[in-house]
């Protein structure tokens, strides 16, 4: 397994994995928009040089909000999406900041489960915000200080 940083050449890898996981999956030039911005904090997972997984962050301010992360389907379960996060929070880490915020679904358990299982906690609810084909759906706002997780030995 190989996780970099992710850059604007690897934009159309990222919106295959996105498309493939999403209903409404953002195209090679949304990622390579937000690739470039100075903000922007990203990694892909390759397996044979194939990209698997990846996730997205900006830094505002000293929070670091988890725009996206994704596996391909066929690659899931199998701990990619866990290490693209601590790859991430890793750069976070490096970068001084100082809290992770991220909105989920509250019927994407697998989502969940990851975001659980890396510490975070629910801070809020933005009811209705998701309007997906089975109808809306709220969005749990979660968050963790960043360095936390017990991949950096902390509690
Ligand atoms: C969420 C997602 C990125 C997880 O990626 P993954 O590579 O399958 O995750 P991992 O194999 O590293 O699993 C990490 C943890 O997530 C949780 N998890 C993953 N899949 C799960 C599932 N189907 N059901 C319940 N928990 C699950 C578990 O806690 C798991 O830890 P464990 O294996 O020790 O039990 C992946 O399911 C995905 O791409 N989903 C579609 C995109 C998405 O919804 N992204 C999040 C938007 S907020």
Redesign the pocket.
């Known amino acids: 397994m190989t996780i970099r940083p992710a850059t604007v050449a690897d934009a159309a890898d990222l919106s295959r ?1 996105h498309t493939a ?2 209903e409404d999956g953002w195209t090679r030039d949304d990622f390579a928009t937000w690739l470039a911005r100075r903000e922007a904090m990203a990694v892909v997972a390759l397996r044979e040089r194939e990209a698997v ?1 990846f996730g997205l962050a900006l830094m505002a301010g000293s929070d670091a909000e ?1 725009l ?6 066929a ?11 601590r790859a991430l929070d890793a750069h976070a880490l490096t970068r001084g900041l100082e809290r992770w915020v ?4 509250r019927n ?11 510490g975070f906690m629910e801070i809020g609810v933005r009811k209705a915000y998701y309007d997906t084909r089975q109808g809306r759906v709220d969005a749990l706002v979660m968050s963790r200080p960043v360095g936390s997780g017990s991949g950096h030995g902390a509690a």
């Not at 991220?102 to 679904?105: S, T």
């Not at 697998?110 to 299982?117: E, F, N």
């Open positions: 994995l996981s999403f997984a988890l996206t992360i994704a596996t391909d389907p690659a899931r379960q199998s701990g990619w999406g866990r290490q693209i996060f991220l909105e989920a679904a994407n358990v697998p989502a969940l489960g990851l975001y659980k299982s890396e």
